[in-house]
Each structure stands twice: as C-alpha cells, then as structure tokens.
C-alpha cells in the first residue's frame, strides 16, 4: 500500500491564527453548556463590534447565537450518524441563511483600525498662504 498525503478538501484545519479568539464548540448538548456558550459568544461578537452593543443589535446577538447552537446541534447529530429528516434538513438549511443575513446585519467585517486624523482645512490653506507669501517676497524684492 502506498501511502498518499491526506485530500486537502477533506482535512480540516488544526491551528487557528494567534490573532483569532479560540471558537468553543460544545461537546454536549445541555442547559449549561449552552448557558456558557451564549456567554461566550456574546462576549466575542461584543469585543467584534469594537462598541457597547444597541438594543437592535443585542436582538440579532442573541438571535445569532440561538441560531447558531441550533445548527452545531443538529451538525453534532448529523457526526454521530443520525440521519435528519427531510423537515429537520430544511430547517437546518434555513437556519444557515438566517444565520447569514443576522451576521450581515450586525456587520461581518473586522474591526476597523482607527484612520490618522486627516489635516483641517484652515491649517491647509494656512500652510499655502504662508508659501504664498515666502515665495512673493522672494521674488518681489528682486525688482
């Protein structure tokens, strides 16, 4: 037997990036599991906005987070060999797309660096006046 190296649209991913909080996944699936789990991804889509949360944006939190442990339930199901029914496949295939529009509206991008302030405007058109005038002097005393 030869050995192959592993398919690589069949591994997964070992090692997250330092930079990147640590993804909890549960390993059961129980009131404190899920307890924990509501916490922790609160605190990580809190820390993402940079900002304390508004009301309408902790609604699509919590909604993403409800929607989000209904689906790794029903994934912890589908890896123990549990087939899903057509309903529950549905369902799952219609929690994903709320789980992407929830995750757009609360904004999918990273955390924006602050931009160095820019230069007002008087101080701009102060600097050429002052230009101005050192070249007019300059050129005017030559007469």
């Not at 906005?49 to 944006?57: A, F, H, M, V």
């Not at 549905?90 to 929830?102: I, K, M, P, S």
């Not at 757009?104 to 602050?114: D, E, F, R, S, V």
Request: proline share 9%; with cysteine; net charge positive.
């Amino acid at each position: 037997m030869m050995n192959l190296p592993p398919d690589p649209a069949r591994t997964r991913p070992t090692a997250q990036p330092a930079s990147l909080p640590r993804l909890r996944e549960p390993r059961i699936f129980n009131k404190r599991s899920r307890q924990r789990f509501a916490q922790d991804r609160t605190r990580a889509m809190i820390a993402h906005l940079g900002r304390e949360p508004s009301y309408p944006e902790r609604i699509v939190i919590s909604r993403v987070i409800a929607v989000e442990w209904e689906l790794r339930r029903l994934d912890a199901k589908m890896d123990a060999g549990e087939e899903l029914s057509g309903h529950a496949m549905r369902a799952r295939l219609a929690a994903e797309n709320r789980l992407r529009l929830d995750l757009q509206a609360l904004g999918l991008q990273p955390i924006a660096t602050p931009e160095p302030a820019a230069p007002d405007l008087r101080r701009i058109l102060a600097e050429q006046a002052a230009r101005a005038r050192q070249d007019g002097c300059q050129t005017g005393d030559g007469a």
